[in-house]
């Protein structure tokens, strides 16, 4: 059941925000939980008992780690170890599994049968999830949960249990005990949810139309424009897509009480790569640099290790994306051009006008994104050969003016909608304006926009079909 359903939007969600509030204070976390796991079963009917095994592994172990890290750390550091073995190894079996014997069998030749098991829902998310509040009892950072239901609740909350972000404990550990109902927050979570659902509804789904009408011509048949408009349009697509999902995740947090961390801030008005990481999918970045590239030594010992320590991230950050070469090759190449750009390029690139170095930006991300889509490594290379004109194709043909012609608008609309400037307008106008000023025409002025943004959506949905959600494979 994806945010973005007719289902979810009209029937789950009223029915969740009523049992909710109607419930006692002492039952709200008991009825949130029973909502979840109801939302989690509607397309996971089985792999809901994974992730209670995770649930209650994870507390387990945190109770562990807790009672024992200041009288015997061993036994402290042996639950941590416990703990992060078992996440790893069911996220590595379910996920990597056939991606392993997959790779085995093309390097010495073996047959060995793949597994076939269909990738439970948000695994990546709720595993990344349990292996950081291990890892934050042991560290000191937050108290071992005693209640299995808080906790429980904690791993299967359904706002972000799918696609994130990726919330650690200690952000909500004071939320998850005691939450108190505030108008103004509801209300806010309402409009963040309506925005989400306008970036992945009106724009994530009409934008991805066209990258599907290119994809579906073949690379042979590209023309190098085509093939350039083809990658625009999925740079939109899985932005406003995931973005939009992220919001819509936040906005529900919010309406249950709950601030969930920002996970996106405008990535492609950023001038370098480290930039854009510091934008795009922020809490996966964190979660990385907390747990894994600090630990290994950070940017402190010597170049070698800053090197070696970026390579790691960044190999793995592409790993977690997806069981996959192609997403290991995206997380390297980032991992490259990091790299790069620490060892100078971006002193260099700072004295250049501030277009340029957007320039620079935009097209690696796109060249990024060929990488990222065709899990066909030789695919891949083909479409970026087209886009360098390496193809033996023309510059454009009918084809390409026609989708130029009929989608124009959306991409400028969509480029728009990927900065600040609608946001930077509508606080000058209120500035500005002595109207607009008052704060009954604000509000009335909102009421309108987000039900038109909440209209126009479900007209969508429910004259059209196209409805993907990129990250569900994650």
Same mark, same amino acid.
């Given at each position: 059941?994806?945010?973005?359903?007719?289902?979810?939007?009209?029937?789950f969600?009223?029915?969740a925000i009523?049992?909710?509030?109607? #419930?006692?204070?002492?039952?709200?976390n008991f009825?949130?939980?029973?909502v979840?796991?109801?939302?989690y079963?509607?397309?996971?009917?089985?792999?809901?008992?994974?992730?209670?095994?995770?649930?209650?592994?994870?507390y387990?172990?945190?109770r562990?780690?807790?009672r024992?890290?200041?009288?015997?750390?061993?036994?402290?550091?042996?639950?941590?170890?416990?703990?992060?073995?078992?996440?790893?190894?069911?996220?590595?079996?379910?996920?990597?599994a056939?991606f392993?014997?997959?790779?085995?069998n093309?390097?010495i030749?073996t047959g060995?049968?793949?597994?076939?098991?269909?990738?439970?829902i948000?695994?990546?998310?709720?595993?990344?999830?349990?292996?950081?509040?291990?890892?934050?009892?042991?560290?000191g950072?937050?108290?071992p949960?005693k209640?299995?239901?808080?906790?429980?609740?904690y791993?299967?909350?359904?706002?972000?249990?799918?696609?994130?972000p990726i919330?650690r404990?200690?952000i909500i550990?004071?939320?998850?005990m005691?939450?108190t109902?505030?108008?103004?927050?509801?209300?806010d979570?309402?409009?963040?949810?309506?925005?989400?659902?306008?970036?992945?509804?009106l724009?994530?789904? #009409?934008?991805?139309?066209?990258w599907?009408?290119?994809? #579906?011509q073949?690379v042979?048949?590209?023309?190098v424009?085509?093939?350039?408009?083809?990658i625009i349009?999925?740079?939109?697509?899985i932005?406003?897509d995931?973005?939009?999902?992220?919001?819509m995740?936040?906005?529900?947090?919010k309406?249950?009480?709950?601030?969930?961390?920002?996970?996106?801030?405008?990535?492609?008005i950023?001038?370098?790569?480290?930039?854009?990481?510091r934008r795009?999918?922020?809490t996966l970045?964190s979660?990385?640099?907390?747990y894994v590239y600090?630990?290994?030594?950070?940017?402190?010992?010597?170049q070698?290790?800053l090197?070696?320590?970026?390579f790691?991230?960044?190999?793995?950050?592409?790993l977690?994306h997806?069981?996959?070469?192609?997403y290991?090759?995206w997380?390297?190449?980032?991992?490259?051009?990091?790299?790069?750009?620490?060892?100078?390029?971006?002193?260099w690139?700072?004295?250049?006008?501030?277009?340029v170095?957007?320039?620079?930006?935009?097209?690696?991300?796109?060249f #990024?994104?060929?990488?990222?889509?065709?899990?066909d490594?030789n695919?891949?290379?083909?479409?970026?050969?087209?886009m360098v004109?390496?193809?033996?194709?023309p510059?454009?043909d009918?084809?390409?003016?026609y989708?130029?012609?009929?989608?124009g608008?959306?991409?400028?609309?969509a480029?728009?909608?990927s900065?600040?400037l609608?946001t930077?307008?509508?606080k000058q106008?209120?500035?500005r304006?002595?109207i607009?000023?008052?704060?009954?025409?604000?509000?009335?002025?909102?009421v309108?926009f987000?039900?038109?943004?909440?209209?126009?959506?479900?007209?969508y949905?429910?004259?059209?079909?196209?409805?993907?959600?990129?990250?569900?494979?994650f």
């Amino acid at each position: 059941m994806v945010f973005s359903s007719l289902t979810f939007l009209f029937f789950f969600l009223p029915i969740a925000i009523l049992l909710y509030y109607i #419930s006692p204070r002492a039952m709200k976390n008991f009825t949130l939980l029973g909502v979840s796991l109801f939302f989690y079963a509607w397309g996971e009917p089985v792999y809901i008992i994974l992730m209670i095994f995770s649930a209650l592994t994870d507390y387990i172990h945190g109770r562990i780690i807790g009672r024992y890290r200041e009288q015997r750390p061993l036994y402290a550091k042996l639950g941590l170890v416990s703990s992060l073995v078992v996440n790893l190894a069911v996220l590595s079996f379910f996920k990597y599994a056939d991606f392993l014997i997959g790779s085995i069998n093309s390097i010495i030749g073996t047959g060995v049968e793949p597994l076939d098991l269909p990738l439970p829902i948000g695994i990546s998310f709720y595993t990344f999830q349990t292996m950081s509040y291990a890892i934050d009892v042991y560290r000191g950072n937050v108290r071992p949960q005693k209640n299995i239901i808080t906790f429980a609740l904690y791993v299967s909350l359904f706002p972000q249990l799918i696609a994130g972000p990726i919330v650690r404990y200690e952000i909500i550990e004071k939320e998850l005990m005691n939450r108190t109902f505030q108008l103004s927050q509801f209300a806010d979570g309402v409009r963040i949810f309506i925005i989400g659902l306008g970036k992945k509804v009106l724009v994530a789904n #009409s934008i991805g139309q066209l990258w599907a009408s290119v994809e #579906s011509q073949g690379v042979s048949d590209l023309t190098v424009l085509a093939a350039w408009l083809g990658i625009i349009a999925f740079a939109f697509q899985i932005y406003f897509d995931f973005s939009g999902y992220s919001d819509m995740a936040i906005g529900l947090g919010k309406m249950f009480g709950f601030s969930f961390p920002t996970n996106f801030k405008y990535p492609y008005i950023a001038k370098n790569a480290s930039e854009f990481w510091r934008r795009w999918h922020i809490t996966l970045g964190s979660w990385f640099r907390d747990y894994v590239y600090i630990p290994l030594g950070g940017n402190r010992k010597g170049q070698f290790v800053l090197y070696r320590n970026l390579f790691i991230v960044w190999g793995l950050t592409g790993l977690w994306h997806g069981a996959s070469w192609n997403y290991v090759l995206w997380g390297l190449y980032f991992g490259v051009l990091i790299g790069i750009e620490r060892a100078g390029l971006l002193k260099w690139l700072e004295k250049l006008p501030r277009f340029v170095q957007h320039g620079y930006l935009l097209i690696a991300i796109l060249f #990024s994104w060929v990488l990222f889509v065709f899990e066909d490594i030789n695919e891949g290379i083909r479409y970026a050969q087209v886009m360098v004109g390496l193809g033996g194709r023309p510059l454009y043909d009918t084809a390409f003016l026609y989708d130029l012609y009929t989608n124009g608008v959306l991409l400028l609309v969509a480029g728009l909608l990927s900065t600040p400037l609608f946001t930077r307008l509508w606080k000058q106008c209120v500035e500005r304006s002595e109207i607009i000023r008052n704060e009954w025409i604000q509000t009335a002025l909102q009421v309108v926009f987000f039900m038109a943004i909440l209209f126009l959506s479900t007209a969508y949905l429910v004259d059209d079909s196209f409805n993907p959600f990129l990250y569900f494979r994650f």
